[in-house]
Each structure stands twice: as C-alpha cells, then as structure tokens.
C-alpha cells in the first residue's frame, strides 16, 4: 500500500453507534430478536463499510447498560461475523459491569474527533441531546426518525449543524427504495397535489420489544407516520405547504399488551396549499401497531392523487413469495435488508435500501471532510434543512391529540420554513 493510500484510510471518518437495540444490533431483552430485522440493520452495514474500506477501522455501540454487552457481542459474532467471515470487533460503552449510565455518551464521544460519524438509533426523547453533543462535538450525524419530538428543537438543531458546519441527517430510508424514489419523480408530472393517504403498520408482538418507551418518550406516528410523512413532504418540496392539522388516535390493544395507555392506531390529517395556484390538497397518515400476524412484518403503502393522474404502491408486496416449514408462508422484500448470503458466504446486501441509506450517508460526510459545504445536501438528501415541516407535521398532530382532536396550524417565515404551531381556538 502507497504512503497516499496509507494516509487515505488513515483519514477515513470512524463511527460510533448510539443505541444497542433492535434496529442496530438485532439483539433484545437477552436474545435475538423475532422479528424481520434479527441481525439488526446498522450495526451490520457498518461492519460492512469498514470491510469495504469506505470508513475507519473505528467502530463504537454506545448504550446505557454494559451488562448486555457480552451477550450482544456473541449474538453479532454468531449472526454477522461467522455468518459472512466478516470482521465484527468494535469498542462498546460503558464498561460491561456498569448497570446503568444515561451518560454514557457524553464519555463515548470524548475518544472521538471532528468529523468522525455519529449514528443515533436511541429513544425518541432522548435524540435532542445526543445529536447536539454529537454536533458540538463536531461530528456528522446520521439519526433515526423523527430527528426530534418539537419543531422548536429541530430549529434549534439545525441552527448548531450550521454554526459548527456539520451534516445532520435524518435516515428516512425509504427515499432509497427505488420504487419509492421513481414514483416521487414521476410526481413531479402530476400537477398540483390533491389527495394523499398512506397507512403502515407492525404487529402487536413488536409491542414487547419497544415496552420500554412504547406509549411513553413516543407513540406509534412518531415511530411509522414519520416515514410517509417525509416522502409526501420530499415529493411536495418547493410545491405546497401545511397549513393544518388534526389528529385522531384508537385504545385498548397497547394497554392490555404492556399495560400502558397510549393510542393503538393514530391517523393525523392535513390541508396542504398548493403554493402557485392556492388550491387545497388533504392527506392522511395512519399507523398502527395492534394488527396480527400477517405474511409481511410491516404493511405499508401509499395513494397519491394530482390534478393530472396518480399513483399507488404497496411497500411490502413486491412479488416475492416463500413459504417454509419453519416461518410458513411470508411476502419478502429483499430490496430493504437482504441477510441471505451469496453462493460464496459472503454478505450480498449493499443495494438493499436499508443499506444505501447510511452508505450515501457516509460518502456525504466525506464529501464535507474533503471542502463540501453540509448545504450543498439539502437538495436531495434528509437533512435537518429539508425534514423540518415533517416535524412540524409530526408534533402537531401529537398536539392535536392532547387537545381533543384540535386544529394545529403551522406557521411559516419568509423562506416557507415551518417557525410555529398555534392550536386553533374554539
């Protein structure tokens, strides 16, 4: 290797990964989890991008209790290392014989630098004051949806990105499905907006996985509305704004699963204005986690109606059919997340969207590293700058929900960026 390529990967940002649950390592409550993501999703794409050789050799789990640790490093070395003879070593924090450390990222973060990669898969409360740790510490931060809980901390977020000129993403994934991606180009060509109605759901099983915040940091439109959301906000982009909001919510499944009374099902609506023209356009999100076991883990879907034709997709049937003695019959969608190894052994994922999101996540923080300004991003990728009024959307149908099914209207500065939500008086 040439001293230019030495000083190259040398270069290469390091990671560290905030949360240790089911999304990053697969691993939960002592063992692997049930449901379509058992080898989890990020811990395993940057494992793979450190064998790539497209990040540092640098690769951090951060959570609030060391005593899961042994167990989760055997679960990824069975599931990940020997599974594909990929290298799974990484540091984790805290140490293996704390019980219990909400801090323990503000430790973790001292052993990296600028410029390194934050990835924050934590509870939905707890996201604000990481990610401006991360920030103030000068690192590119990729986090799971939502970025935050309120548009004010969301402002607050990106006005810190800016300040210390740092990339703050949201990863909202499914702008890498590529049916998903063609059907937001496509439109672009339908005119002004009219109708829109997306529903997606998990099964109440999964309920037991996330009783540890479930109905309590967060709620199910948080944690599955928020994807539709931002594909409806990414295709309207520059076109229509939200003017209002309500919200309605169903009970019962989630208080007799894990006894805590929060909504089963919520459906947030909003009139849209199509900028130009002033016309209406309404939308409904909804989102679930009380439905049975079906043949996909996650039903999600969406129909979008312009004034010039429209457009339907069912996420999670794409076709693909298999059926097992052991699993029964299952609708897959490898184009997500694909565990099954290629004819060599090795880890055959990276186009899987899933995957792609981090990837594209990782060579944009390099770009900045290398003289790229973070905005130059704002086109295309979910920053913080272009998934602001889906927070807005977000927390005001939360509002709308502690309010009785109240109008929550959105307010806009001289840019059309969300600034404010007001409840609208009876």
Same mark, same amino acid.
């Given at each position: 290797m040439s001293q230019e390529a030495k000083k190259q990967k040398l270069d290469l940002p390091n990671a560290i990964l905030f949360g240790t649950g089911e999304y990053t390592t697969g691993y939960v409550h002592g063992g692997q989890s049930k449901s379509d993501k058992s080898a989890g999703v990020v811990g395993l794409v940057f494992f793979d991008l450190r064998h790539r050789g497209l990040m540092g050799s640098r690769i951090g789990f951060c959570g609030t209790s060391g005593g899961k640790f042994p167990g989760m490093r055997k679960h990824l070395q069975a599931n990940i290392g020997d599974r594909y003879s990929m290298s799974v070593d990484c540091e984790t924090y805290p140490s293996d014989d704390c019980k219990r450390d909400v801090n323990a990222y503000k430790t973790a973060l001292k052993s990296y630098k600028a410029g390194d990669i934050a990835v924050i898969t934590t509870p939905d409360d707890t996201h604000f004051d990481i990610t401006m740790a991360c920030i103030e510490h000068g690192m590119h931060v990729m986090c799971t949806k939502p970025l935050v809980k309120t548009l004010a901390q969301h402002i607050e977020i990106l006005a810190a990105a800016r300040k210390h000129n740092v990339l703050v993403c949201v990863e909202y994934h499914k702008r890498y499905d590529p049916i998903y991606r063609d059907a937001v180009n496509r439109i672009q060509g339908l005119g002004d907006f009219g109708y829109f109605s997306s529903y997606m759901s998990q099964p109440k099983f999964q309920l037991q996985t996330f009783k540890s915040w479930a109905g309590k940091s967060s709620d199910i439109s948080y944690y599955l509305n928020s994807h539709h959301i931002d594909i409806h906000e990414w295709a309207l982009e520059g076109k229509a704004l939200v003017r209002r909001v309500n919200a309605m919510g169903s009970n019962g499944v989630v208080k007799k699963e894990i006894g805590v009374d929060a909504e089963d099902t919520i459906t947030v609506c909003a009139e849209w204005e199509n900028i130009e023209s002033k016309n209406k356009g309404i939308a409904n999100y909804t989102s $679930?986690?009380? !439905?049975? +076991? !079906?043949?996909? %883990? $996650?039903?999600?879907? &969406? &129909?979008?109606?312009? %004034? +010039?034709g429209q457009a339907k997709i069912d996420q999670c049937h794409r076709g693909f059919f298999l059926s097992t003695d052991e699993d029964g019959h299952a609708s897959i969608n490898p184009l997500y997340m694909r565990y099954t190894p290629d004819k060599k052994g090795n880890y055959d994922g990276q186009s899987g969207y899933g995957y792609k999101s981090f990837e594209v996540f990782i060579k944009a923080a390099r770009e900045c590293r290398d003289g790229a300004k973070p905005t130059e991003f704002d086109g295309d990728l979910p920053t913080a700058a272009s998934t602001l009024l889906g927070t807005a959307i977000l927390e005001a149908g939360r509002m709308s929900l502690d309010n009785e099914g109240a109008s929550i209207t959105i307010q806009y500065n001289a840019n059309n960026e969300p600034c404010g939500l007001t409840k609208v008086a009876v």
């Open positions: $679930s986690w009380a !439905t049975p +076991k !079906t043949d996909v %883990h $996650s039903e999600q879907r &969406f &129909f979008y109606m312009g %004034h +010039k």
